[in-house]
C-alpha cells in the first residue's frame, strides 16, 4: 500500500543531510513524500539568496514546504533563535495545513523541538507519528558543554524533550545504546523503540580519485570536536617513524586551531596534512585512494557508546578502518572483520598503524571488503528506507 507521508525535519537539500535521500527513496518506492523544512541556511550563516522568496519547490519527486528561520550563525544566542524560529513557524504552518497524511516522520537532528509540529499534525488529524532519533536531546547539550547538569537550563530542557518524545507513537533510535538513555535518563517506556541505524550521505564518489603521495595514506573526515580524540592523532604519528606514512584530515571544529599548532609544534608538517572543511563530494573523493579510514570517539556517557556517523560512510567506501571506538561502534567493527581496533592510547594506535603498513594490496583490499559487505547488509540507504517504512506502515 502506498502511503501519504509528511516529513518533518529543520535541515534538507541543499544542506547536506540524510534525511533528503531517505525522502527520494521512499518517493521511488512508490510513496507520496511531503517535507516541511526551513530555509536553507546550516553551515552558511545565512539564508542562502536564492531560497529567500521560496516556500514550495518539487525536488526529485518530494514535495518540498519551507518555513521562514533565523539563520544560525556562530554566536550561542542566533543558535537559539534558530530553533526557535523553526520550532514556532513550522508549527504554524501545520496549524493552516488541511491536507490529510497517512503518517508523520520527523527526524531527530539538534534539536528535538524539530519534532513539535509533528505531534502538532498528530493531535489535529489523529495520525500517527514516528521519531526517528538520531542526535540525543538533552543529552547533546550536555557533550557539548553548551550547558551544565545541575542548570535551569538543562532542566528546562529535560522536560521539553521528555515531553516532545513521550508523544510519539514509536520511536526510531540511530544507535542501540540510546534505548538505555531513553530508560534510565528519560524514564520513557522502551517497548516502542526500535534500532534502525542512518546511511550514509554519500554511498559512492563520481569525482576524479584524489591522488596521493606514494606510501601509506590514511585518512580522517568529520567534526574536530573534543570528543573526537583529536590530540591522539599528533600524538600517534609522533611515535611512527616511518616517514612514508602519511595521516590526512578533512574537516573542522571547536579543536581545529589547536590540531594545526599541534601539527606545528610537532614538526609533522609533511605527514600530517590537514586541509580544513571540505564538500561532501569533494571529501568523497579523498577515500578512494586512501590505505584506511581512521575514526575514533572518547568513551564518556551515552554518545561515547554510540555509531559514529562517519562509520557508516567508511563501511560505504570498502576500505579497512582504524577504530578508536567502544560501544555499538566496536560492536560493528567486530561483526564486519573489517577493522584494526586500538585504545585511546597514542601507543596502540601507533602498533595499528604499523600493522596495516605491513599489509599488501590483497589483505587491505579483504578487508575493505568485509566492511562495504557489512554496509550493504545492514546500512545502505535501501536497507535503511526499508526498515523505515515496515515502521511507517
Partial sequence: MDMKILIVCQYYYPENFVITNIAEELVRNGHEVDVLTGKPNYGYGYILPEYKNVYEEVINGVNVFRVNLSPRKKSRLSIIKNYLSFWKNSKKWVSKCKKLYDVVYSMSLSPVTICSAGNLYKKKHYVKHIIHCVDLWPESVLVTKAVKPNSLTYKILYRWSRKIYSKADKI???????????????????????????????????????????????????????????????ESMKLVENKKI????????????????????????????????????????????????????????????????????????????????????????????????????????????????????????????????YYDTHFSLKEVTREIEKHLK
Avoid: R, W
Wanted: charged share 20%; proline share 5%.
Fill in 172 to 234: 526510531l533510535i540511530g544507535s542501540p545504546s540510546f534505548a538505555e538513555y531513553f530508560e534510565k535518563i528519560l524514564k520513557l517506556p522502551t517497548d516502542n523503540i526500535h534500532f534502525v541505524p542512518q546511511c550514509s550521505l554519500i554511498e559512492k564518489s563520481d569525482s576524479i580519485p584524489y591522488q596521493y603521495k606514494e606510501g601509506i595514506n590514511i585518512l580522517y573526515c568529520g567534526n574536530l570536536g573534543l570528543i573526537q580524540l583529536i590530540p591522539l592523532i599528533t
Fill in 246 to 373: 602519511y595521516f590526512h584530515v578533512i574537516g573542522m571544529g571547536p579543536m581545529s586551531g589547536y590540531f594545526k599548532k599541534q601539527i606545528k609544534d610537532s614538526g609533522l608538517d609533511s605527514n600530517i596534512i590537514y586541509y580544513g572543511p571540505m564538500a561532501a563530494k569533494l571529501a568523497a573523493s579523498y577515500f578512494i585512494n586512501a590505505d584506511a579510514l581512521y575514526v575514533s570517539l572518547k568513551d564518556e556517557g551515552i554518545v561515547g557508546k554510540t555509531i559514529p556517523n562517519k562509520l557508516m560512510m567508511y563501511m560505504a567506501f570498502g576500505k579497512p578502518i582504524i577504530g578508536v571506538v567502544e560501544g555499538d561502534g566496536k560492536e560493528v567493527l567486530q561483526k564486519s572483520g573489517g577493522a584494526l581496533l586500538a585504545s585511546a592510547d597514542p601507543t596502540s594506535i601507533k602498533e595499528a598503524i604499523i600493522a596495516l603498513s605491513h599489509m599488501d594490496k590483497k589483505e587491505k583490499e579483504h578487508l575493505g571488503s568485509l566492511n562495504k559487505l
